[in-house]
């Protein structure tokens, strides 16, 4: 029996939710929030223990999914503790893009039933039913241990049984056993048969004098790819900028540890770092990003901005847009002449840990007319993006001095 937390969107879920709960209730144990959820119990505080303990997760991807932030955020907490996550597509629902490459069960006509059976399947088959995946994994390979921790066990003890009772040859410290216990017989390779019990044993003669030459055996190596060249990288280590980036406003280098780290120096006005050749076509922007102090921030400086394939003054562009209030990122692209022709063409919620100064790494992908971004490694958004705009510079601007900047790298993509 697995303990299954459903991960669903109130706005268009619900009556799903409730329907697979009855059904796999029949099976498992069930966590639906209305159903299990006391009067008067702190519900975020409980959500955050059921994901824990659950060894599975069924994720209702509905048209309210896509928006709903705290579906992110239960997949990524149980998707950090390594849960079964299943999802189950509503009709035609695309996929969440930080679902990746996971196969979902399709729900079709309303049919709870045979979905459901679908996911008791997956269960059975991917180990949700009490143990992990993992520990499934690791039983035949702790079986084996054992029984050769077992083999070697008894092998030892024929051998100290056998203590020798019969003569023995001074000489050749070879014994006679006159024992008649059953020895466990061992056949080994030719090269590795050992000699007869009675042939004499080398002598070693050593010479105090003796010069002995050690020839040093040359280290293997195993070939390795060269490292994909950057087009551009700025870790701020040596408080100084490259001399390929552009910095508008007042910026400040600010020790980390052993880190340095990049930011404005007050909230008089926001700051640009512009870097990169308008030739460039299809490359990655990577860069380390941290909120020091998400309460200082109001309704017009709540933003960061990375854009791609900059053109013509900064206005023909496409645009990320990570928004640290509502904990979202936002895609716009703008072919005009003015930020009034600004199209927003793909979103996705997020889930930062702002109190514990978590860093988080974006990484943003454009080839040709495809566009991916990835938080923390887990894709978000992959898009056609439709734009007339091949080529471009880079441009990142910053709200505040409760922004800090790192690890700023652009990469070529084939």
Not at 384 to 391: A, H, P, Q, V, Y
Request: charged share 20%; proline share 6%.
């Amino acid at each position: 029996m697995a303990r299954i937390f459903i991960s669903y969107a109130r706005d268009d879920g619900s009556e799903l939710a409730d329907e697979f709960a009855d059904e796999l209730r029949k099976h498992h144990y069930v966590f639906r929030d209305q159903d299990n959820i006391p009067g008067g119990a702190k519900w975020e505080t409980v959500l955050n223990s059921e994901v824990k303990n659950a060894n599975v997760i069924v994720l209702l991807v509905t048209p309210a999914s896509l928006r709903s932030n705290w579906i992110f955020k239960e997949f990524d907490a149980a998707n950090k503790k390594g849960k079964l996550i299943i999802p189950v597509r509503v009709d035609d629902t695309p996929l969440l893009p930080y679902l990746g490459d996971r196969q979902a069960i399709q729900l079709r006509d309303g049919n709870i039933r045979s979905a459901a059976a679908d996911i008791n399947m997956a269960i059975s088959q991917l180990g949700g039913g009490g143990r992990s995946t993992r520990s499934r994994l690791l039983l035949p390979f702790v079986l084996i241990v054992v029984i050769l921790a077992a083999g070697v066990f008894l092998i030892a003890r024929g051998s100290t049984n056998n203590t020798p009772s019969g003569n023995v040859d001074g000489l050749n410290n070879s014994f006679v056993s006159t024992s008649t216990e059953f020895i466990p017989t061992i056949t080994l390779a030719p090269s590795e048969t050992p000699q007869p019990s009675n042939s004499p044993l080398p002598t070693k003669t050593t010479t105090p004098t003796s010069t002995f030459t050690n020839t040093p055996i040359p280290p293997t190596t195993t070939p390795t790819s060269p490292p994909v060249p950057l087009l551009f990288g700025e870790n701020f280590d040596n408080n100084s900028l490259s001399q390929g980036i552009k910095a508008s406003g007042q910026w400040v280098f600010v020790q980390d540890g052993a880190n340095v780290v990049y930011q404005l120096l007050d909230n008089s006005q926001s700051g640009q770092l512009k870097f990169g050749d308008e030739n460039w076509q299809n490359y990655a922007l990577e860069f380390d990003i941290r909120v020091t102090n998400l309460t200082a921030f109001t309704s017009n400086d709540d933003r960061v901005f990375a854009r791609v394939r900059v053109l013509d003054d900064d206005l023909r562009q496409i645009t990320l847009a990570v928004d640290f209030k509502n904990e979202s990122i936002l895609l716009y692209k703008n072919e005009g002449e003015f930020y009034s022709a600004t199209t927003q063409i793909g979103s996705s919620p997020i889930a930062l840990i702002i109190g514990d100064y978590k860093w988080l790494k974006i990484r943003i992908e454009i080839k040709d007319q495809t566009m991916r971004v990835a938080l923390d490694g887990l894709p978000r958004i992959n898009v056609d993006i439709g734009t007339k705009i091949t080529n471009g510079a880079i441009q990142i601007q910053s709200p505040n001095a409760f922004v800090q900047f790192d690890n700023i790298k652009v990469l070529p993509i084939n």
